[in-house]
């Protein structure tokens, strides 16, 4: 089966630092999907890691370890519209799997003033 | 188009009535998806397809739940005799490629209320 977690809920301050961890456990993977949604609107997306090792990009930065099955996402100088849920998907890589993308049930991040 | 577009984008039927919910991709894109969303949850695969051809229907929970997409574009998700269960945000998405990577773009979806 396909099993991908992260946690339910998180809550930071202005300005700080905030980790978002997703372990995975799938049939096949190539790749892992980072999305941020905010209430009623669609999952937009933020970044993607299929390789192992940091990848940045700006104020966001995702990392991945397949041989951990672990990715996080690290946010950096949090404003108060990164409050939002954020989406750990992983896309399955074998036989009927191939290119079926696995959700998560988001964090939801909550960044006070 | 620009992005992904979906209609209708609000629907409330009467159970035992069809529903279609249509889906266009962005211009070009190979791979579309559809996926279910309950609130405080993470989309929920439904089906996706590469160009006209359905590649997994697995995620389709029984088989009033259809999807076609005749021409390799516009896509449509036909859901027969709904039930008030099938009451959710139904989101379809698409990409440039097989999934593999390339990035996944979702619609707005559209809200189906059963009652």
């Known amino acids: 089966g396909q099993n991908i977690d992260q946690p339910t809920e998180m809550t930071a301050t202005e300005g700080a630092i905030v980790q978002i961890n997703c372990t995975y456990q799938?049939?096949?993977?190539?790749?892992l999907f980072w999305y941020q949604q905010h209430a009623g609107e669609a999952p937009t997306f933020l970044s993607y890691?299929?390789?192992?090792g940091l990848e940045e990009k700006g104020r966001f930065s995702s990392f991945l370890s397949r041989s951990k099955g672990y990715s996080y996402l690290l946010l950096k100088e949090l404003q108060m519209k990164d409050s939002a849920s954020y989406l750990c998907a992983v896309i399955g890589g074998r036989g009927s799997t191939l290119g079926r993308l696995y959700f998560g049930r988001g964090t939801q991040l909550t960044v006070w003033p | 188009g620009a992005g992904v577009s979906q209609s209708p984008r609000y629907k409330v039927t009467k159970r035992g009535q069809d529903v279609a919910l249509r889906c266009d991709p962005i211009?070009?894109?190979?791979?579309l998806y559809w996926y279910r969303q309950a609130l405080g949850q993470g989309p929920e695969f439904l089906t996706y397809f590469n160009y006209e051809a359905q590649q997994d229907k697995s995620g389709l929970p029984n088989d009033r739940f259809s999807a076609e997409r005749p021409e390799g574009s516009i896509s449509t998700l036909t859901i027969q005799r709904t039930e008030q269960r099938d009451s959710a945000m139904y989101r379809c998405?698409?990409?440039?490629?097989?999934?593999?990577?390339?990035?996944?773009?979702f619609g707005e979806g559209s809200w189906l209320t059963v009652v």
């Open positions: 211009s070009g894109h190979v791979s």
């Open positions: 998405a698409s990409s440039s490629g097989g999934g593999t990577g390339n990035t996944i773009y």
């Open positions: 799938t049939s096949g993977f190539n790749g």
């Open positions: 890691n299929v390789l192992d």
